[in-house]
Structures are given as structure tokens and as C-alpha cells.
């Protein structure tokens, strides 16, 4: 017996008499046992050693050519109920999905080692951390979940004492993009995903498990489990606000979360401290307020881009003891992505480099790193009560309209302007890049149930005696007629955090409008800003009547959830609709009445 839990014991043999494996591992989380790991896929050549004076500890993942994104279309929710899955999830029947993937799993692992990775998603004694249970044929797996995971025998112990886990099956199986499925059993708390080695379709702790079954749970038991990054603001006089925000896929949620703020800014006294950078898990505290924890221990970030200029912060924390996944390599054997100095000489499918065959790094390759070794690891991100949030932040990449930060009115209108979001495409999920889609919360592709409910759970946390953080929408990627970005954006974005600050303290007015509110004249800090008086006007300016096109496009969007959409949204587009259209036709206003 490798553990005292009858129902972990009974799961991990009913898998090992599916799978057959040649042997079976229970991953106990330490040093030695991820050092041997490394050293037998260094053999295999599954790793290969980067440059050991440069960037001790670091390694090289090259994936398969055709495994390098998760995969939507071959992401499926299946629960018993398929109008719980809503038409946000792919569906399948229980009975179906689970027969399909035995049949997959069946015989899979012959040969091959069977590891068992107990895993806890937050602080281990936090009463908002949940813990779950993934078995692997992928050492690659097992070394990237000890960095993401608080992973190994505490985790054990606090599953044994629980008596419950999210049960999640993995193998990497033939890598056949026809023999792929990530399959979700909400009721079950249970994962079954083959075909993949990739990021978010095999680490399960990740999007399957924090995402997808937990928004499922939260919304049974009242809390949030959202695709947020979680950051420290500390003003001058010492006092630090805690800001989520949900930006899609590839669209700056580490960037935000590790801002180095312009110099002015530091010299003045501002910090910003890191307590997560792409899930976010919230309840309401006693006091009324909602209480963030990071679920994940670790960052597996886009490293196309990352640089010195963009984000000392991530370079400096990748620096050591990383593992990069189809990243290029220079002469010296240094990782290298779009955006480094220096030149590749290997792309990252390990060819010679040939500008001919693209960019070198694929678009989205990553680095996966242990969050302490961030240089503004935040020290209240293994609080177990979490911290307080003063403000939710919604965004996306809207190259046109939405201005480059406005307030929601209230709650409802903040929930409103979350479902209304939208985004280019980006390289972090297959398929076309560039294409607008709605992404409501930045969870299209996560929402692990119906999104009217979702919007429903969201409403309800309005209630008396909450003390809910102020909703804003931002805009990083407004682009000018010459098709280049009006925004400098990285470091330059605390200028709007700190408006939003100002509006929570009470020292920023605004000015209202049919949509929010805006920033007035002079309440941006612009000094050392190289931005043209003209695009700050343009950044903050409201197209009347392009808004009132993209109020039919949202009130079209929100129907197609049909009768699940709570009528208190659509009464708020409505609301929303009505003010643009007196706005653009004032008189209009003075005749009705
Ligand atoms: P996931 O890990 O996929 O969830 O992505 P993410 O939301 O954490 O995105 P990340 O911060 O890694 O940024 C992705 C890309 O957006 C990188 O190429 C960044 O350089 C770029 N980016 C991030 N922040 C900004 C910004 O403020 N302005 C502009 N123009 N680009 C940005
Ligand atoms: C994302 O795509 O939002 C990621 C990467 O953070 S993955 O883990 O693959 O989901
Ligand atoms: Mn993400």
C-alpha cells in the first residue's frame, strides 16, 4: 500500500490494470527525486542541457512539431446534464468520453513508468488551497508540476486527511493529433486527458483542474476560480492594494503582475509585489471582502518577448533552475526567443535556423520556474487567508474603440463589461491568430459550465454587506492608423493602475460617460511619458457611435446563451444601449420626457 486512502489506493490500481505500466512511482516532491528525473531524460534525450554557466540548473524541452498549444476543438466538459456545459464547452456524454479514453488508456503505458503526483493548488494550509491527484507517463509532466505545484508527500498527507482529490489521468500516449481528447467530468472531480505533452492539455493541475473543475465547484460553493493574475500595488506612504486581472491567453497577465514601475514612479517610493500571474482564487472573507490566493506555485510563461526592456523581472527569475520548452538556442547554448539580443543558431524544432521557416522560438514557447525565485515574489502569496482585493481588471487585445481604461458604475456593469470582452486570437491556443472573439473574464476557453450561470454566480456575490472591489476595463493594444500601438504599455501601465487607485482612495474624479468612467484631463501622470498629447486624446476618446455598434454586437452575444442568461445583464446592456443612444441624439431625451 503506497497510500492509507482507500479511494486513492483503489483509483491508482484500477489505473495501473488499465494502463499496465512496468512500474509505479508515488512522487514524494524532493530534491533527489527531481534531479534523477532530469538526469534519466537528459539520457533520453528528452531534456537537453543548456548552457550551465549561464543558466545553471536549466534545460531544454523540444516538443512534437504538432503538440505545441492547447487544443479547444479536442476539449470537451462532460457533464451528466449537457446544457450544464453550456455552448462555451465542447460536450460529450459521461458514459461516451469515458469509453472513448479507456479504449485509449487501454495497454498505454506498457513498458513505460507510472508516476503518481499528489499535488495541492494553493498555500498547503490554506482553507482555500484544493488538492488534487494526477498520474503521468510523462517525466516531463512530473518535473514541470513539482515547479507549478506545491507537489509530493505534504500534499499526500492533506489529501489522506481530506478524504478527496481531483482525479486527474494523463499519458502522452502516440501524440496523434486524431488520438487527442482533454475530457472534464465536473461531477465526478475527475480529468482524463491523452494525446498531448503540452502545457495546459497535460499539466492538470493548471487550466483542467484550477480552472475548469474548480469554476465548477466554486460555483456550487459560492467562491471564484478565475484566469487572473494577482498583483501587489504599495503607494509611497506604504499602503498596498491587491488588483486581479483577467486578460486572455498571451495577452500581458505575467508582464502585469511583475510591472517594474517607470523611474519616476520608483524613485517616489512605489513597489510592486507578484502574487500570481495567471489563476486567481477568491471568496468572500468575513469582512465582506474577497480574498485572492494563487493556486499555482510556479510560472509557465510565454517567453517570446520577455527581455530586458520588457520584463527585467522574468528574465532575472529565469535566469536558474528553468525548464524551456521550443525556445531556440545561440552558439553558446544560451536559450533564445524573439525579442533577446543575440542571434539563434537552432530553432526550437532543433533545426539549423533558417529565417525562411519562421521565428526561431515557437510563438508560444514558455519557461517553467518556481515562483520564489521571482525578485518580487510577493511574501503574502503563501498566506493561507489570501489578500484582500480592491479592484477586478478586465482586457484584452482590441486594437480599436475601447479606450485604454474605463470604470464600470457598479458590480452588474462591471460583470457586464467582463462578459462583453473580446480579443484577438493569439498563439497560445491552435488555430487562427488574430481573429476577434469574445472571451468573457478571459474564460472561453476555461469556464468549465454554462456561461449564463457563470454570469449569474458573478451577479450574486452583490449582496448586502459586501465589500466588492471596483470593476475597470483596460486596453493595452490600441493601435494608431499607422497600425503601431498609441500605448507603450509593460512598465508604463502602473500610470492607469495608479488612476485606479486614485478612484478606490477617492482622489481621482473621472468623467462619466455612457460606458464608464474615463480618466479626466490631467489625471493620467504623464511626466516622463513618451506619449503625443494627440494619442493620449485618442487612447481616451469614446466613438458614440462606434460604441453603439458594439453594444448590438454584445446584446447579440449575451442572447446566444438564451435562457440561461440572467436578466439583470441583459437589463444592463440595455441600460448601457439606452445612454449611448441619448448621448449621441441628446434631444431625443428631452421629447420622451
Ligand atoms: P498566458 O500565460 O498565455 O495566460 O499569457 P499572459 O496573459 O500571461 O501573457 P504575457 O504576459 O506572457 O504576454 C504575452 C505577450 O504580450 C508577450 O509577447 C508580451 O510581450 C505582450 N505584452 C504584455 N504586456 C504588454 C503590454 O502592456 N503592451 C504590449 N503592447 N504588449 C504586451
Ligand atoms: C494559457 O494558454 O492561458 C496558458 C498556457 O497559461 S497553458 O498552460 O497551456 O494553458
Ligand atoms: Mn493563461
Known sequence: MASTLEALQRWVDDVAALTRPAHIHWCDGSNVEYQTLVQQMLASGE??????????????????PSDVARVEHLTFVCSRDEQDAGPNNHWMAPAEAHSKMDALFDGCMEGRTMYVIPYCMGPIDSPLARCGVEITDSPYVVINMRKMTRMGALAQARIEREGTFVKGLHSTGELDPERRFIMHFPEELAIKSYGSGYGGNALLGKKCHALRIASWQANQEGWLAEHMLIVGIENPKGETHYIAAAFPSACGKTNLAMLIPPEGYRRDGWKVWTVGDDICWMRPGDDGRLYAINPEAGFFGVAPGTSNDSNPNALSTIARDTIFTNVAVTADNQPWWEGLPGTPVTDWQGRPYDPANGPAAHPNSRFTVSAKQCPTWSPKAEDAQGVPISAIVFGGRRPSLLPLVMQANDWTHGVLMGAAMGSETTAAAAGAVGVLRRDSMAMKPFCGYHYGDYFSHWL??????????????????????????????????????????????????????????????GELR???????????????????????????????YLESFGARLPQRLRAEQQRVAQALGDAAQPSRRAVAS
Open 460 to 521: 450574486s456575490f452583490d449582496r448586502p454587506g459586501a465589500k466588492l472591489p471596483k470593476i475597470f476595463h483596460v486596453n493595452w493594444f490600441r493601435k494608431g492608423e499607422d497600425g503601431k500601438f498609441l500605448w507603450p504599455g509593460f512598465g508604463e501601465n502602473l500610470r492607469v493602475l495608479e488612476w485606479m487607485i486614485g478612484r478606490i482612495d477617492g482622489t481621482a474624479n473621472g468623467v462619466h460617460s455612457p460606458i464608464g468612467t474615463v480618466p479626466a484631463k
Open 47 to 64: 531534456l537537453v542541457e543548456l548552457n550551465q554557466d549561464t543558466h545553471p540548473g536549466c534545460y531544454l524541452h523540444r516538443s512534437h
Open 526 to 556: 504623464t511626466e516622463g511619458l513618451a506619449v503625443s498629447p494627440n494619442a493620449l486624446t485618442e487612447l481616451l476618446d469614446i466613438d458614440l457611435a462606434g460604441w453603439q455598434a458594439e453594444l448590438t454586437a454584445i446584446g447579440q
